[in-house]
């Protein structure tokens, strides 16, 4: 008897994160461009009153939609990330002069992460979710940001928070409340539970 192939399963992606995430969790997938502009979403979502989680649900259910518009028949995860201080939606840094200035301003003080997943079949939402992390910053100077800075290289910029918990940026921390998969912009357990549900073929092992 043939072994069930599992699901065509596709990350509407571009973070190496994201996929490192996923393939440690042992899923098979394949990588797909949204190609949406988020800018101009995030612009019309505003206007309309929604805060910064739902911007980041947003997110993550037009990524899958997207994707699974083009891709008839798989499951497609969307996933998303937005930073929020001070009332504010910040964005990746452009530049290591961006990401100093923006750690400089965010020392001693705290800020929240909102990180927005959903899975999309053929054109349709079949589940979303919004998870949050509060984190607090020492209060440190930059020479301590510099010296973090330069042990992250270009890496930091692949960043929307302009730091990295896996890497040498924990050092800035005081205190973290939050699940560390939403941290790093992919709520994975409630991924896999919901993927359990609406796609138990997708975890099974390929034949």
């Known amino acids: 008897m ?70 008839r028949g798989a499951m497609v995860i969307g996933a ?24 400089l301003a965010m020392a001693g003080k705290s800020h929240q992460l909102h990180s927005g997943v ?7 939402i079949v589940w979303s979710l919004v998870a949050t992390a509060d984190l607090t910053f020492k209060q440190f100077d930059s020479s301590t940001v510099d010296a973090v800075l ?16 896996e890497g040498p940026s924990i050092r800035l921390f005081e205190r973290i409340e939050g699940d560390y998969f939403t941290i790093l912009g992919l709520p994975l357990l409630e991924l896999l539970a919901a993927l359990e549900q609406h796609a138990p073929e997708s975890l099974e092992p390929a034949s």
Do not use: C, W
Request: positive net charge; hydrophobic residues 45%; glycine residues 6%.
């Open 2 to 71: 043939t072994a069930k192939s599992p699901a065509m399963l596709i990350l509407a992606s571009k973070s190496t994160t994201r996929k490192t995430l996923l393939e440690n969790a042992g899923l098979v997938f394949s990588l797909a461009s949204p190609g949406i502009d988020e800018r101009k979403i995030e612009t019309m979502a505003l206007t309309q009153n929604e805060n910064r989680a739902g911007l980041a649900r947003i997110l993550a259910e037009q990524k899958a939609l997207a994707v699974s518009v083009a891709q």
């Open 118 to 124: 959903a899975l999309a079949r053929d054109g349709k």
């Open 150 to 165: 330069d042990r992250e290289g270009d890496a930091i910029l692949d960043s929307v928070a302009a730091y990295r918990l």
């Open 80 to 103: 998303d990330q937005t930073l929020e201080f001070d009332g504010k939606a910040l964005h990746k840094p452009s530049d290591r002069v961006e990401a100093r200035a923006r750690l």
